[in-house]
């Protein structure tokens, strides 16, 4: 499976974006996708994830802030990320769960800061 993730970049505490990613290949072993993230200094840590059953759940630091969806037709998952703190600031990283171990998509810089 291939990730191609897009949609980061800078923004001001308060603000949104929207992450994206496409997966290609063999789609079928697809588990669940979803988003992890590392900040400098830190290791990587679960965001948010959906099961190809339509499961969700989201780390307790960006419930209520955070949705996680996904476009089937589409083969992508998006991360609606609002009310943005600066603790947010990480490169972010799709991945998907498949039948033969974990996929990742190359990194997506987020940036929270005024």
């Known amino acids: 499976v291939q990730l191609q993730a897009s949609g980061g970049g800078l923004v001001q505490p308060g603000g949104s974006l929207r992450l994206s990613c496409a997966a290609s290949g063999s789609i079928f072993s697809i588990n669940a996708m979803g988003w992890h993230r590392q900040a400098p200094g830190k290791q990587r840590e679960l965001v948010a994830v959906?099961?190809?059953?339509?499961?969700?759940n989201y780390a307790d630091s960006v419930k209520g802030r955070f949705t996680i969806s996904r476009d089937n037709a589409k083969n992508t998952v998006y991360l609606q990320m609002d009310s943005l703190k600066p603790e947010d600031t990480a490169v972010y990283y799709c991945?998907?769960?498949?039948?033969?171990?974990?996929?990742w998509g190359q990194g997506t810089q987020v940036t929270v800061s005024s």
């Open positions: 959906i099961t190809s059953g339509g499961g969700i």
């Open positions: 991945n998907a769960l498949t039948t033969w171990g974990r996929s």
